[in-house]
């Protein structure tokens, strides 16, 4: 992609942080090739973006996405400023090819390869979540066609939720640092990324007023999602039939509530849901939009809520993305979303700014617990009582953010965060994961350390148990001992043939103790020790643990911490220690 200095005048007036945005873009392709993507939130004018990269560029440019309402919206944007644009999307009716910028849908693209032979020097990806890893899908598909024809395709992909269901984040690292999914990831780089909360204070955006419904509503939590992360429409209807009363009931409070709204749009369960919604309606006021709604009934619709000639919209999923009502100043959503980027673009339809808008009501109906302003799709709180603490890596100093606890001083007493988040360069300045684990699984056999919920060492094949169930079956043995050590005694000595060796002493809170002792004969024992049983000792992991002398080994003795857990079983007259456990459920 050849483009112009960053400071080239633009012919509209950009606000700061879409200046920044394409200024990142121009910066990141002068030095990198690799599929990059900017993350913008709903209404932050990514249409804006777009039509300053593509006049920017000096090559021929495809902005690809999946709804003909995206490709006209962002070819009218940009032929507003006095810029020819051609369309190339089915559902518009043409198939526009010579214009030096293209604006498309990604399945008549697919469907026409032959028609983009010649080279396009920047593809430009709206909606860029919905890019999959499967090399056979028709954006992958697209984007081998046209890398074909230039080698040096510069792929940038807008969105405002950088994350896909069963993936999780689309791209691997972030400009500020962190790591944020693997190297399968089709994006390599996020290079720009804008909070909500900022569009929000400086009123960009109408701020949102979310009520948790939590006397009138239904209970999906029981469900679980099938293989490819979507809940089954059948269970789906299930809870609803249980909840037979509660839906009228609901739909009467969302009409409560709409008495002083403009639009309103209510997200359903499923086309059965929907239908009944409609029915508890005003007819005049109201319409269905699903999946199999014919387009031209669709368009017509849409255009009817638009010009506020409806006042309720009910759909099933079809209206998350690609439309467009500012007037929309009621949500309610009686669906459970399978993910933070479902709930965010469900609540974005109703935060762009309208004349005499002050907020938007979000009513959730069915206990979607994410959070709006989350930029991480990972796990929920593990309890009430958690929050997000930082925790610095020791390895890197990244600021890994933890569901955690913390004292009224803010001082952190534990996280619940398993691996580093931030990354590193390697010996060829390339950038790799971080890696640096804060806790961790050890081999036995080798000493390999791997995630907590390995379950097959990636070296020996060595089958690495649970410490949990370890300690639940030790439980069950009549002759074993276990044995809580609040301390640790560890030293070198000589035994009673005079050669060295390592003597572990561990002892509870009531002077109750265990020991055991290993070999310093030789270089290679040392070695060994180091390596395989004292790993997971270690309280300073990020420091490198070696030794080849018993002095070497005696310096280093003080880093060692006590296990949880230590677990004999009687051989004779003495105990004899058969396991140590690190990391185990305090419940257990």
């Known amino acids: 992609m050849s483009l112009p200095a960053a400071t080239a005048q633009s012919r509209f007036a950009l606000r700061d942080y879409q200046q920044q945005a394409v200024t990142a873009v121009i910066q990141y392709f002068r030095r990198l090739s690799d599929p990059a ?120 992909g807008l969105t405002a939720t950088p994350y896909r269901l069963g993936q999780g984040f689309i791209y691997q690292f972030h400009y500020q640092g962190a790591v944020r999914g693997d190297s399968d990831c089709f994006f390599r780089w996020c290079i720009f990324e804008l909070s909500i909360r900022l569009l ?76 009944e919604i409609l029915a508890l309606l005003p007819p005049a006021e109201s319409a269905l939009i699903l999946s199999a709604t014919p387009s031209s009934e669709r368009a017509a619709l849409l255009e009817q809520f638009k010009q506020q000639q409806l006042k309720y919209l009910v759909n099933v999923a079809v209206l998350t993305t690609g439309f467009d009502a500012p007037h929309v100043d009621l949500i309610a959503i009686l669906r459970p979303t399978e993910s933070l ?62 569901w955690g606890k913390q004292n009224p001083d803010g001082l952190v007493l534990e996280h619940y965060g398993r691996q580093c988040q931030g990354m590193r360069l390697d010996t060829s300045q390339q950038p790799v994961p971080c890696g640096f684990r804060f806790k961790a699984r050890f081999c036995p056999e080798c000493g390999t350390e791997h995630d907590i919920a390995a379950r097959l060492c990636r070296s020996c094949g060595f089958v690495l148990v649970d410490p949990d169930k370890k300690l639940q079956d030790a439980l069950k043995l009549k002759d074993a001992l276990l044995l809580y050590p609040t301390q640790l005694e560890a030293q070198t000595e000589t035994d009673s043939n005079g050669k060295a060796r390592l003597r572990l002493r561990y002892v509870d809170a009531e002077g109750q103790q265990l020991q055991e002792f290993f070999s310093l004969h030789s270089r290679s024992q040392i070695q060994r020790l180091c390596k395989v049983v004292l790993p997971p000792f270690i309280v ?21 911490i006590a296990p949880a857990v230590v677990i004999a079983q009687k051989d004779g007259r003495f105990w004899k220690i058969r396991d140590k456990l690190f990391e185990i459920n305090k419940s257990a």
Request: hydrophobic fraction near 35%.
């Open 37 to 156: 993507v900017l993350v913008l939130p709903t209404g932050a004018g990514k249409s804006l973006v777009i039509a300053e990269l593509a006049r920017l560029a000096r090559g021929r440019v495809l902005v690809l996405t999946h709804v003909k309402e995206l490709v006209s919206q962002n070819q009218q944007k940009y032929q507003s400023y006095g810029l020819d644009g051609g369309i190339y999307a089915a559902g518009l009716g043409l198939k526009q090819t010579s214009q030096q910028v293209i604006f498309a849908s990604v399945q008549s693209v697919a469907r026409n390869l032959a028609d983009f032979s010649a080279q396009f020097s920047l593809l430009i990806i709206d909606e860029c979540h919905r890019v999959p890893l499967a090399e056979d899908s028709s954006y992958r598909s697209v984007i081998s066609h046209l890398q074909q024809q230039n080698p040096g395709l510069k792929v940038l």
């Open 200 to 275: 929000l204070q400086r009123q960009y955006l109408t701020p949102p007023n979310r009520l948790d419904c939590a006397v009138l509503s239904y209970d999906f939590s029981g469900l679980k999602p099938a293989s490819n992360g979507h809940f089954r429409e059948a269970e789906l209807n299930q809870v609803i039939n249980h909840y037979k009363r509660v839906t009228p009931q609901i739909i009467q409070q969302v009409q409560q509530y709409a008495a002083t709204r403009k639009g309103v749009m209510i997200f359903a369960a499923t086309s059965q849901h929907a239908r």
């Open 341 to 402: 980027s479902l709930y965010q673009q469900i609540v974005g339809r109703g935060l762009r700014l309208s004349p005499g808008k002050t907020d938007c009501l979000v009513l959730d109906y069915a206990g979607n617990l994410y959070d709006l302003f989350s930029n991480d799709p990972g796990p929920p709180p593990p309890d009430k009582t958690s929050v997000q603490v930082t925790v610095p890596c020791p390895l890197c100093q990244y600021p890994n953010q933890f």
């Open 540 to 560: 300073d992991r990020h420091v490198p643990f070696q030794a080849n002398t018993v002095l070497q080994l005696e310096a280093q003795l003080h880093r060692l």
